[in-house]
């Protein structure tokens, strides 16, 4: 969702009148989109913030933007403790940072706008976007779940479903320019529902738009996935097969604690069920290393989930306090050292499950949508397969946007190597 906003915020700039630049030492004004779920992240923005202390302090005419979710959780303390930010912006109300930003010039003070009694920013804003081949649409914003570790509902607000109609317009409006691979997202995107279409409704129209060859969607909830949704994947072909589907916890004392709303065995019936009928999906997931009260059985019964659930890839977070939530209230607290341990852990057995899944793909066919020249040689190509697996490969700068044939002759944890098949 933050790439998305940011599209829009470089729109909303560009329409004003701005020139973009990435990089900061050319910048008259430097915006920060920022992120909240992880302490990680807010140290990086605090970091950041001070770095141009002393340029706002030199350059009069310098000026410093903060938005998005650290913004909306820490508004005021963003003012007092950096000056120097000309405007703190909500989550709700970055639709109207250029007129905020003019509007703190003319009146030479710090302007915050965080309010929440207003719908969320809508798809028919102007965009910037990254690139042609890949497109964001948000079919909701919000969150209501107000799981225990968890700040986004407190900085995204409720759940706001956009209208069908308005969702599929800007999808095929994408597509007139030249968006091949579409994502829906949503904070918990199963839980769209507007004007009596449910996301598995939303998700068959916009897997029927000309021009867009993958959909792609996320956030899911387990707790949320009904079988009219597995449904509407099996029987979309353009529906990518790959899904993110965070566990968190292997342990059922853990998933209670953290309100996550279903058991393991709860998971592991839904994820059977997905690969029984979308055959050779690719599940990937998140998980939190150190809990609150996370006992070592408790960390076992995680380990457990992944030799035996096997998913194709893992996110792994330290856990982090985040101020307001209820977890951050419990005890008792994991010690760092432990949290880094366990971190370790989980990382080394799902980087062994990901060499063994890429290691079996050796001297098979894929699908590839090639999306440009890797970066770290220029002699190759890069791209992904539906399943979302990475893949490097040689071949001119003409296959870019298109979708190609890879016979895969090497693999290494992370990456599929091949060549085009001619």
Known sequence: MNELDSETIAGLFEQDGWALTDLEREADFVVFNTCAVRQHAEDRVWG???????????EPGFGVAVCGCMAQARAAEIARRCPWVRVVCGTRSFDRL??????????????????????????????RRGGRLKGFVAAMRGCGAYCAYCIVPYVRGGEVSRPPG???AEVKRLARDGCREL???GQNVNRYSSERVSFAGLLRRVGAVEGILRVRFMTSHPRDFPEELIDAMAETPRVCPHLHLPLQSGSDRILSLMNRGYTIAH????????????PGIAVTTDLIAGFPGETEEDFRDTLQALEEIRFDDAFVFKYSDREGTRAARMGPKVPPEEIRRRHAAILRLQGTINAEKHASAAGTEVEVLVEGVSRRNPNRLFGRTAENRRVVFAGGRGLTERLVRVIITDTTPITLIGDVRG
Request: no cysteine.
């Open 48 to 58: 950041a913030l001070f770095a141009l202390k002393e340029r706002a302090a030199r």
């Open 98 to 127: 250029p007129a905020l930003v003019a509007e703190a010039e003319r009146e030479g003070r710090t302007l915050i706008d965080v309010a929440t009694d207003r719908e969320p920013p809508h798809g028919s804003l102007p965009r």
């Open 166 to 168: 308005e969702v599929v």
């Open 183 to 185: 994502m829906l997202l």
């Open 267 to 278: 998971y592991r019936i839904l994820v059977e069920r997905l690969r029984e009928r979308v």
